[in-house]
């Protein structure tokens, strides 16, 4: 499953309508492949958001968005990723290797950008 991260000072429920609306709205939007929500909600526990709520899509090539526009992402330093990214392995069970720790770099490079923007959601696509 595809789960985008995307954070944005203006947010429109139908730029999901379409792959072509979502990245012309949404161009740094970051990319991470998960094999279920459950890893979703704890990707998003281990980052300080407590609360995760899903809001199904219709019409649409995407499934499922949350708004977590309450929340500020971790700004995590190069120490603080390394051990957000041994905390996720350890928990996740997932494998230990140079495209699972690239995926969640973004972490240490969006969130202070990201944090300043008005909306951060994540996409769920079909």
Same mark, same amino acid.
């Given at each position: 499953?595809?789960?985008?991260?995307?954070?944005?000072?203006?947010?429109?429920?139908?730029?999901?309508?379409?792959?072509?609306?979502?990245?012309?709205?949404?161009?740094?939007?970051?990319?991470?492949?998960? !094999?279920?929500? *459950? %890893?979703?909600?704890? $990707?998003?526990? +281990?980052? &300080?958001? @407590?609360?995760?709520?899903?809001?199904?899509?219709?019409?649409?090539?995407?499934?499922?968005?949350?708004?977590?526009?309450?929340?500020?992402?971790?700004?995590?330093?190069?120490?603080?990723?390394?051990?957000?990214?041994?905390?996720?392995?350890?928990?996740?069970?997932?494998? !230990?290797?140079? *495209? %699972?720790?690239?995926? $969640?770099?973004? +972490?240490? &490079?969006? @969130?202070?950008?990201?944090?300043?923007?008005?909306?951060?959601?994540?996409?769920?696509?079909?």
């Amino acid at each position: 499953m595809n789960f985008n991260f995307i954070a944005s000072d203006k947010f429109n429920v139908n730029d999901f309508n379409s792959f072509e609306k979502f990245v012309d709205a949404y161009p740094d939007f970051q990319t991470l492949t998960l !094999n279920s929500e *459950d %890893e979703l909600e704890l $990707l998003t526990k +281990l980052m &300080g958001i @407590s609360e995760l709520i899903g809001t199904e899509l219709t019409q649409s090539e995407f499934s499922k968005y949350w708004d977590l526009s309450v929340f500020q992402l971790p700004e995590l330093n190069e120490m603080q990723i390394e051990q957000f990214y041994k905390n996720w392995i350890e928990k996740s069970c997932r494998g !230990n290797n140079m *495209d %699972e720790f690239g995926s $969640l770099i973004f +972490l240490h &490079g969006m @969130s202070p950008k990201w944090n300043r923007m008005k909306f951060r959601l994540i996409v769920k696509e079909k």
